[in-house]
């Protein structure tokens, strides 16, 4: 029987309760909480951290029928119940600077409540939680259970506006009187989406153990590959009959679709899970995650740092850049890599160098629509049409049918872009291709020299050569001459070889010539 989806939902009891389907993780925070005291966790939003947070809540609390038939109740013995203090900053973030401090000053009063503690408006926010730490601990006699959830959205949130500084002093107030009370805790678990060295919030906090790109806990959140055919079989099938194909066929379209992130050096593919339960609701494949999770801080950071699409795939860096602050450097890859944008593909164990790519086509496609105005200079919707009839036409083969749409796309693209180089041709290019769900490769190094794009589509393999300002002819020829097509002759693909000529002043493609390789 198919169970309900918990969709919009994070609170575990809720979904224990009402029976909707639940990737059982109790075996790993069991796990983390056994052996460590401050733990920190950084994944992408929308993955599972808040429903990991509610979830060691109920935990500490000793609600142990809620954990009846998962892995944690074999494994748990006392169930002792200890005051938990939890907190959600992402309730901060979009509230002006000057407010925080007032935020969070009402979530404190709450807790002083239960612990009957009449404080003074003269306290700042330090003190205060300070007081409720040692009252819950006094009360109650046990040790308190901190838990922080998105520890710095408001962080993020004024990224790009100057009061960061601003924030950090707020935030600090609170997150020092975890290390000062540190006799009182029982165990501190704080969420996030950077990294704690990334601001010095955390700088008391020496002995906080960063359990982000730890082997053990790469699938605290998330679903793996095993647990989707373990606990959604007949959702599989199910979603193979809406989509006329088998049940092997099928997990092979939500692997391409929304398995593929890695967050550790030997982490197995971990499955966005809010795009999961969502695709087996609907019972479509969309691009649900970007929908939610997309961030206007990440927008302005590319932005800011002029990113270029060409440089997101197969980046390569040591551990100690996905560290690097988003205010002192220029690199956009380790936002990209924590927001969820970017994931680790490979891990060189002699180099210690990580390579970094999008997890699926998922993100992949997404980015590259949410940036298209940015890149290419229009909306997407301008020249939306043309470009589904581009695709239809290249696909099968049309080539003087689809460059005819391709030159009027490019018409249409503003003049005050800097579109006379062909570097900036050949971006746009590769963005429409990937866009439209072609497989593309550009500036390819071969034995002769370096080929501008290689386009595989389902019946025919296309070799692109760019030239601006010169000839088609003379494009064409060189990749005859170079012998770009040569490794590709035992494709089972036809091969086209396409010459094209970019005109400066008009803007747009002023002619191109197609040859079609005869093996």
Known sequence: MIKPYPIGRQDFKDIIESGFAYVDKTERMYEMVKNRKFVFLSRPRRFGKSLLINTLQHYFEGNKDLFKGLKVSQLEKDWIKYPVLRFDMSSYKDIPVESIS????????????????????????????????????QQTGRKVVVLIDEYDSPLL????????PE?????????????????????VFITGISRFSQVSIFSTLNNLSNISMDDRFCDICGITSEELVENFQEDIEAFAQEEDCSYEEMVTKLKKQYDGYHFSAKSNGIFNPLSVIAAFDIKQLKNFWF??????????????????????EGIQMFESGFYASYEDVKSVYPLLYQAGYLTIKDYDKSSKVYTLSYPNNEVRVSMLEVMMPSWVGCSTDDGKINMQRFYFALKEGKIDEAFELLKEFFVQIPNVLNNKNEKHFQTVIYVLFRWLGFYTQVEVNTSKGRLDCILFSPKYLFIIEFKVDESAEKALAQ?????????????????????????????????????????
């Open 102 to 137: 007032y935020a969070i000053t009402n979530d404190l009063s709450k807790y002083e409540k239960v612990y009957s503690i009449e404080s003074s408006d003269k306290l700042r926010n330090g003190e205060r939680f300070k007081n409720i730490i040692e009252a819950a601990y």
């Open 157 to 164: 949130a004024h990224l790009h506006d100057g009061k960061v």
């Open 167 to 187: 924030v950090k002093l707020i935030l600090q107030e609170l997150y020092q009187q975890l290390k000062v009370n540190e006799q009182y805790e029982q165990f």
């Open 291 to 312: 929908e939610t999770a997309t961030s206007s801080y990440v927008i302005d950071h590319l932005k800011k740092h002029n990113a270029q699409i060409l440089d997101f």
């Open 479 to 519: 990749i005859n001459e170079k012998g770009y097509a040569d490794p590709y002759k035992n494709d089972s693909l036809p091969i086209v070889k396409i010459g094209v000529n970019f005109s400066s002043e008009e803007r747009t493609i002023e002619a191109w010539k197609v040859e079609e390789e005869r093996n």
